[in-house]
């Protein structure tokens, strides 16, 4: 089975830098909040140019700990209805939430001038939303940017994760740095922030025999995955390389075929984290990729208004993608024979 994300051949490639790294890790004890914590926050402050990052135990705690830092509790919050549903059901469970389209691509689209006190935008499949437009429309509204997907991807040259009053950014299996469970991570610029996102990771205090001062979750990173990440940053460029470039070679040879390939908008540029094309066959293309011994996925199936929010129900945008997206493997580790097998399977089904 062609895999759509490869775990061993990731494990093949960082093992000589973690093995010793878990040993340090398990020999010192400290396996929450350490060295590799310190280091990463350091690297995605230097991607990004923030000042603060906090890592923490998930993309979906990030989003937590966000709203709650911010707080963004009993409030309107604006939010995509298409997306990965943590990106909408963090801000729903505490929140009035108000459900917005997305265009053909998955961004949300935000066509006249909103009152809420906070949005969430999802730089979906690594394309960057257009944040100015966000802002033009949502004036003073708190900005959480969803970057859970889009590390090392540009919105007009500033990299995706540098904007907003805060930004999140996620790490798992299938993330732009894959890892052996999950972390996230708050990068933001204020530094009146700082005891507040603490806090917020901490369970509303700033240390075990601190007072309770805030509400709060168990936001706390642990080091066997910091350290996946720290290694896998030091390739962040070579992997988004190699993704780029089996891509664009997709783009190319399947231009004559009736699919639609979801790009990064204007003046973006994204970082592939996911080959997305939308065919009216989805459902059978993916059958017949699994039975010829390639893994796909349906990126994303979900209509939130069906559950989240109130409002406008009729989504025209959210239900055509929710079945016609298939993601197909473009990760780092595919060889060129793997590249050609599915790239002639895809041809041969639309061929016939």
């Not at 775990?7 to 490639?13: D, T, Y």
């Amino acid at each position: 089975m062609i895999k759509f994300v490869d775990l061993n051949r990731c494990w093949q490639e960082l093992k000589a830098d973690l093995l010793p790294a878990y040993d340090e890790i398990h020999t010192s004890g400290i396996v929450s909040n350490g060295k590799y914590r310190t280091l990463v926050e350091e690297q995605l402050k230097d991607i990004t140019g923030r000042k603060h990052c906090r890592l923490t135990t998930s993309g979906t705690t990030a989003i937590q700990g966000s709203l709650i830092a911010w707080n963004i509790l009993r409030k309107k919050v604006a939010c995509t209805n298409y997306s990965y549903v943590a990106s909408t059901n963090q801000a729903a469970l505490l929140n009035d939430v108000i459900l917005f389209d997305v265009n053909e691509n998955g961004n949300v689209v935000l066509d006249s001038d909103i009152e809420v006190d906070a949005i969430i935008p999802v730089s979906l499949f690594g394309n960057p939303v257009d944040y100015d437009k966000i802002s033009s429309r949502t004036g003073n509204a708190k900005i959480i940017a969803d970057c859970a997907q889009s590390l090392g991807s540009k919105y007009q040259g500033a990299p995706d994760g540098s904007l907003g009053d805060c930004s999140i950014f996620s790490f798992a299996t299938n993330k732009p740095i894959p890892t052996a469970g999950t972390q996230g991570a708050i990068l933001f610029d204020d530094d009146d922030m700082v005891e507040k996102v603490s806090r917020a990771l901490g369970n509303g205090k700033l240390s075990r025999n601190s007072s309770i001062e805030s509400f709060g979750i168990n936001g706390s990173s642990y080091e066997l995955q910091a350290a996946q990440i720290h290694f896998g940053l030091k390739r962040l460029q070579q992997w988004q390389n190699k993704r780029k470039q089996i891509s664009e070679y997709y783009v190319s040879e399947f231009e004559d075929l009736p699919i639609s390939i979801i790009k990064a908008e204007k003046d973006c540029d994204t970082n592939w984290h996911k080959f997305v094309i939308k065919t009216d066959s989805r459902d059978s293309l993916c059958e017949f990729l699994k039975q010829r011994g390639i893994d796909s996925q349906k990126h994303y199936t979900d209509n939130f208004a069906q559950f989240f929010g109130s409002g406008n129900k009729h989504m025209p945008y959210t239900e055509k993608l929710c079945k016609t997206v298939l993601s197909i493997p473009n990760n780092q580790w595919l060889t060129d024979q793997e590249v050609e097998k599915i790239t002639t399977n895809i041809k041969n089904f639309f061929n016939g």
